[in-house]
T-cell receptor, first 116, second 111 residues
């Protein structure tokens, strides 16, 4: 089954304790992205990756890191989480060519993060 | 800043009616337009994509695009209670990193 998976699905942590949220896709997609979703603000892009070893900042990158060492995986790292990073996080992937029809993004199930 | 605007709602329609959801965007060179459905606590699910002016129909869903007016809409015919969800409009350029999402319109279909 073609899918995007994320782990963990739920996480409660404390300020300053480093954490990693994993994301993996089995569709051989080139493009992967991380979003956070907050009430009233919609989906905001954190980081994206056009291909292996190619990453770039989205609209709200502060406090986050990413890496893309393999095509299928795109982990999100919070080195020192703070309460304002409490949010619902989604990983997404798409085929990623420079053609409009390749922009269709498929989302993972989400990770609900609470930072105390 | 490229903007995608949606009426936040909530939009309430009776079962069997047509629900009309609207979206405007600011970037004139946008090339791809999507509607996602998101149930509470779940991930967005792609339901329609449209790339050229006019209408595109898929079952009970019709997407309408007017690039001159920078406007895209979604019509849901014969609305069902299971259509109750938040609908996200997404607009993209030539590259994936140009994708922008609206804040979503919450739709409630009453039996």
């Amino acid at each position: 089954e073609a899918q995007v998976t994320q782990n963990p699905r739920y996480l409660i942590t404390v300020t300053g304790k480093k954490l990693t949220v994993t994301c993996s896709q089995n569709m051989n997609h080139e493009y992967m992205s991380w979003y956070r979703q907050d009430p009233g603000l919609g989906l905001r892009q954190i980081y994206y990756s056009m291909n292996v070893e190619v990453t770039d900042k989205g609209d709200v990158p502060e406090g986050y890191k990413v890496s893309r060492k393999e095509k299928r995986n795109f982990p999100l790292i919070l080195e020192s989480p703070s309460p304002n990073q409490t949010s619902l996080y989604f990983c997404a992937s798409s085929r990623g060519r420079t053609s409009a029809s390749y922009n269709e993004q498929f989302f993972g199930p989400g990770t609900r993060l609470t930072v105390l | 800043q490229k903007e995608v605007e949606q009426n936040s709602g909530p939009l309430s329609v009776p079962e069997g009616a047509i629900a009309s959801l609207n979206c405007t965007y600011s970037d004139r060179v946008s090339q791809s337009f999507f509607w996602y459905r998101q149930y509470s606590g779940k991930s967005p699910e792609l339901i329609m994509s449209i790339y050229s002016n006019g209408d595109k129909e898929d079952g009970r869903f019709t997407a309408q695009l007017n690039k001159a007016s920078q406007y895209v809409s979604l019509l849901i015919r014969d609305s069902q209670p299971s259509d109750s969800a938040t609908y996200l409009c997404a607009v993209g350029g030539y590259n994936n990193n140009d994708m922008r999402f609206g804040a979503g319109t919450r739709l409630t279909v009453k039996p």
